[in-house]
């Protein structure tokens, strides 16, 4: 398993945290930038940088060449006048970045297991294109991604800089969503999707078996459970700093306030239960829209991602 070979090392690893420890892995970051309050916030994840290798320039291919279990989650990114592309989780699992192009515009679609977060980040910052890999390091269980032109280290969750150059930066999120592969050809019979890496990994196969079940995330978070109830495991659904439990959303239904309306589209497998991917207990695939029913970014994230990225963030509960 990607990360959980290494789990008996997370413990020492914090004893690393330190710039001069990776000064050597890292040589480009400028470390006397960061917004974190303790380097002792960031832990090894167990692979080095690099360990889980990001994707650049993805093959892409017609949805009619792809053969792919219906219930499979893929995320879906949909630029106007643009194909729509659907990127597969059983490759995302693996890879968790994505550095692609939908038409004029460079793209990051992006994948960390261990926070169930989904998001698409346009790569366009400061004047350049950026280029984005795995940095092996963890913040509250989320991915530590980091770019190749500066070897600044971003957040996936938050889509924000947090050490280097771009330290205290933000990326531009792109709208974007997880559902069922046979929803997506469904309404997309043209579409394309990103065809299987040239890589050696299990394919279809999920490295994080039954973590759906767990009452607490694994060992590289250390934080508060959520409040007011909330397994911490429990998806809920993201917009800005809002979170809704998916508990509110009842199966086909359509939960509309504060100018957001949050649509159970239809049933998917679970990315993260079974063996199989495509075999998992169903999960929602959600559609979150705003009143006019133009697409907002959002992130489906499990509730102590967001209750450790987002400590004042505004609970939806009724």
């Known amino acids: 398993m990607l990360r959980l070979a290494f789990l008996l090392f997370v413990l020492p690893a914090a004893l690393w945290a330190n710039p001069t420890v990776w000064q050597n892995e890292f040589p480009k970051t400028d470390f006397s930038k960061r917004t974190?309050?303790?380097?002792?916030?960031?832990?090894?994840?167990g692979p080095p940088r690099d360990g889980i290798p990001a994707l650049v320039d993805p093959e892409v291919i017609g949805v009619e060449q792809a053969e792919l279990p219906p219930r499979e989650p893929v995320i879906t990114v949909e630029l106007d006048g643009e194909t729509p592309r659907a990127y597969p989780i059983r490759y995302l699992i693996w890879h968790e970045i994505a550095n692609d192009r939908i038409g004029d515009v460079p793209v990051a679609v992006t994948f960390c297991p261990l926070c169930n977060s989904a998001l698409t980040f346009d790569r366009r910052h400061g004047g350049q294109v950026l280029t984005f890999g795995v940095s092996g390091k963890l913040r509250h269980s989320d991915m530590v991604m980091y770019d190749r032109e500066t070897e600044s280290w971003w957040q996936q969750a938050l889509?924000?800089?947090?050490?280097?150059?771009?330290?205290?930066?933000?990326l531009t999120q792109v709208p974007s969503w997880m559902e069922a592969w046979g929803a997506f050809v469904d309404r997309n019979p043209q579409g394309d999707v990103m065809a299987e890496p040239a890589?050696?990994?299990?394919?279809?196969?999920?490295?994080?078996?039954?973590?759906?079940?767990?009452?607490?995330?694994?060992?590289?978070?250390?934080?508060?459970?959520?409040?007011?109830?909330?397994?911490?495991?429990?998806?809920?659904?993201?917009?800005?700093?809002?979170?809704?439990?998916?508990?509110?959303?009842?199966?086909?239904?359509?939960?509309?306030?504060?100018?957001?309306?949050?649509?159970?589209?239809?049933?998917?497998?679970?990315?993260?239960?079974?063996?199989?991917?495509?075999?998992?207990?169903?999960?929602?695939?959600?559609?979150?829209?705003?009143?006019?029913?133009?697409?907002?970014?959002?992130?489906?994230?499990?509730?102590?991602?967001?209750?450790?990225?987002?400590?004042?963030?505004?609970?939806?509960?009724?």
């Open 36 to 45: 974190i309050d303790s380097w002792g916030e960031i832990l090894s994840g």
């Open 199 to 318: 890589h050696n990994r299990r394919y279809g196969e999920n490295p994080y078996v039954n973590y759906d079940d767990r009452a607490r995330p694994y060992p590289f978070f250390t934080g508060e459970d959520p409040p007011h109830g909330i397994p911490a495991l429990a998806r809920v659904v993201r917009v800005g700093d809002r979170a809704w439990p998916m508990s509110r959303l009842a199966q086909g239904e359509t939960l509309t306030e504060a100018g957001v309306s949050i649509e159970w589209a239809h049933d998917q497998a679970s990315a993260l239960g079974a063996q199989r991917m495509g075999e998992a207990d169903t999960v929602a695939a959600i559609r979150v829209q705003d009143d006019t029913g133009a697409d907002l970014p959002h992130d489906v994230m499990f509730a102590f991602a967001f209750h450790a990225f987002y400590p004042d963030g505004a609970w939806m509960l009724e």
């Open 159 to 170: 889509g924000e800089g947090i050490v280097g150059q771009y330290a205290g930066d933000e």
